[in-house]
Every structure is written in C-alpha cells, then in structure tokens.
C-alpha cells in the first residue's frame, strides 16, 4: 500500500492544542468492528460498554522533561531532545540544529548541573550523547531532568500547560517516554475504581514512547519505512491476567496503539500461546495484512495522516472501515491528536 492510502483532510480547527474539559469527558466514537457501524458518545460511558471479565491493558509509561537546552563550550545554543535510553547515563537525541553537533563536542545545561558529550551518530541524523553529573543512578539523572527539563509537547501544541501532569496519565509510573500515550489520557482514578467495581479488569504493560512512533512515513511505498526500536517490559501478573483473560472469554482490549504494540511484540516471540513475564525492545510495524495475536478491542485517539499510528489501527479494523470512520469523525467535528476525542473499536 501506498501511505496517500492512508491520507484524510482535516480542518485546522479540529486540532486539540491544550486540554479545554475535563479528562473523561471528551467525545467517544464507538465503532463495530465486524459491520463498521458508528456510535457517538462520551469516554464517561466507556464502562457501560465493556462487560464484565473484559480486561483493559495500558502503558503505564511516564513522559519525562525530555527537552533540554544545552550551551556549547563555544557559547553555540542547542536544542536536545532525548528519544531513548542506551543505559542511565547514554542516549540517543534529537538535536537542533545538528550541523553544530558533532563527535566529541561537549554541552553543558542548567548552569553546570548536567554536561554531556556526544559519542556517537545515530540514524535519521540523530546522536549519541553520555552525560555526567552529580547522579549515580536513573532515578538521580530522572530527578536531574525535572529540574532543567521541559516536557516533549508536540509541536502543534502552541500554548504552555498549566500542569504538566495534565500529558501524564493518572497510572503513569516507569520514566521513560519521549511522548504520552494519549489514548489513556482520558481516564480518571475515579473512572478506573468505577471500571473495577464492574468486573472489568485492568492490566499494565510498559512501553517507552519514542518520537518515531510519532513520525509520518516518508516513502511512497510503506513496506520500505523503518520503524524506530522502543523498549517494553510485561510484568508477570499482567501474563496472568491476559492468558485467564483468554482462558474465561473474555476481552482483551488495548488502551492506545503502544499497548498494542507491546501486546504483539511479546506474542511474537512466544513459543506457546501462554503469556509469560517478558522485555525487550520492538520496532513491530503494523499496517493491513498483520494478522493480530492476542487483542479483542482497541482505545484509541484520532491520529495523523499518513502515520504509522493510522496504519495500525486500518489493519485491526480494516481500511475502509478506518477511513469512513476517520470521515464520520471530521464531519462530526471531533477534537484530533494528544488532546482530542477517542474512539473504541470493538
């Protein structure tokens, strides 16, 4: 397939830039998965549509101050932007602009709290970097960077968040991420307690969001992208709970494509299809023609054309299906991207 298959026209003022309702309360568009039917309503009724022995699984991921602005040793200004950890002290960043950066050049940041060296190149222009400071561990560097950092919004989000716990989700828990997973953005503790009370169960997975995850897809023909590896972890009592899952009937249902992700990866590499305690990293690209593992359900926000993100979700609920359901959703006027209105595929 070509990745204009995967293009729609979306009016500018349908972009979600910051946060304007409360977190549950945005639109939800609910979308059957055998006939394509639409629904309209809103993510507060999301526990009125699962039913008990269903299991929801999110990303427990937390988006750290990821945007650091570093000084050369010739005074030159630079932009970092830390994509993924190679070890505590080791990443691959995003650097603006990267013509100034070169191996060996050193930076310092937040008056001499934090310095760094770059090391090595990466793909798509990126670099290596190792940094030192007065840390020992990923949990000091994590507390440096709250510091110094600023959080990694997307770039169409013009104006400043009030709280920067509003790009968190309520579960967020294991630093890592370059990028919310937004689909989980929605919920509230009090929806997740009122979830529970009904029987469904919910699950954590970790995936560390790169901003390759994020990226359109340059190249005509999609079978030729390369996507960016990204690290995962399931813990053992989410194994649990998604093979008892299986085992009673019920539903597994992803919040948001990286949780789905995860979800695949791991079925991948299993040797049975028992779900046990796994890491590793993923660059799983999923587009139509993938034949889906272990998910019954998707949560998911409205993503950008031509991105990987679309793709995934074409090949779960079929392309025409997505599309039309993408044109129900411009015409209705639904809110796009990190802050907008979600849909649920079941």
Known sequence: MLKSDFFYELPEELIAQTPIE?????????????????????????????????????????????RLYGVKETGAAVEFLLLSSKSFDVWETLVKPGKRVHIGNRFIFGNGILSCEVIDHADGGNRIIKFSGDFGSQA??????????????????????????????????????????????????????????????????TLHVGLGTFRPVKVDNILEHKMHSEHFYIPPETAEK??????????????????????????????SDDFTEMSGDTDIFIYPGYEFKVFDGLITNFHLPESTLIMLVSAFLGYEKTMNAYKIAVAEKYRFFSFGDAMLIL
Request: charged residues 25%.
């Open 140 to 205: 000091e560097f994590y507390n440096i960077l709250e510091k110094i950092g600023q959080m990694p919004l997307p770039p169409y989000i013009t104006e400043k968040l009030l709280d920067n716990e509003r790009y968190q989700t309520v579960y967020s828990h294991d630093p890592g991420s370059a990028a919310a997973p937004t689909a989980g953005l929605h919920f509230t503790p009090l929806q997740l307690s009122d979830i529970r009370k009904k029987g469904i169960d919910t699950a954590f997975v």
């Open 242 to 271: 998604i093979n008892r899952t299986k085992k009673n009937g019920g539903r597994v249902i992803c919040v948001g494509t990286t949780s789905a992700r995860t979800l695949e990866s791991a079925a991948q590499r299993l040797q």
């Open 22 to 66: 409360p977190r549950n309360a945005s639109r939800l568009l609910c979308v059957d998965k055998g006939t394509g039917n639409t629904t309209h309503r809103h993510f507060y009724e999301l526990e009125n549509l699962l039913k008990p022995g269903d299991l929801l699984v999110m990303n427990d991921s937390r988006v750290i101050p990821a």
